[in-house]
């Protein structure tokens, strides 16, 4: 039987996701890595892009998954439910309200775990699992070889000497930072952005 296992999960994974994600990597060089290249787009700029296009599809993921209509919901709930424990201070009979206050503080601990598991969940799905993926193809088409190739060193960014023992920046460490950047930009921008298209929209409303 577990021979019959491990069969159908290696002809899974030679057959199906192995041959998929070969792919799915020969389209993302073909679109995303190729055109720069034959611009000669330097590089550190070529990962500056893929960073806000990774950026842009955690926003799109998030709004694909509902994060903050969850999380107010959730806050709406709990606040509602936390309001309707405390009331139960008001029954006099001493053992009853310890009962009841248990029973509803146990679902609220349910509810709370529940919440931050799907929470966590989701933040994997969101931010987590596209960088790593993306990272992995990325250090895979520049490789260290690659790099030392193109600039004799593997470095993006080579830093100057200091007393930090910082020798420059990977392809990891370009592309991070201009990712976090990009979602700290996309965090500030999305209220203001907001607020413009609603107060057009009401304008036009009122016209």
Known sequence: MLDMVN???DSFCYGVVFPFFSFLVRILNLF????????????????GLLAVLAAILSFYLRKLLKAEEKAKKFNEVFTEKRRRQKNL??????????ALYKATDDELNDYFNT????????????????VFLIMAWLNTVFSRDVLVGLFGTPY????????????G???TGVFLLVYVVSLMAGFYLRPKCAHLIEHKNSCKSLS
């Open 32 to 47: 995303f890595i190729q055109p720069f290249v034959a611009m000669h787009c330097p590089l550190w700029l070529h990962l």
């Open 7 to 9: 069969t159908l999960a």
């Open 89 to 98: 201070q008001l029954i006099s009979e001493k053992y009853s309200r310890a």
């Open 156 to 167: 993006v960014y080579t830093a100057p000497a200091n007393n930090f023992g910082v020798k």
């Open 169 to 171: 920046l990977s392809v």
């Open 115 to 130: 919440y931050i598991a799907y929470h966590y969940a989701r933040y994997v799905i969101i931010y987590l699992l596209p």
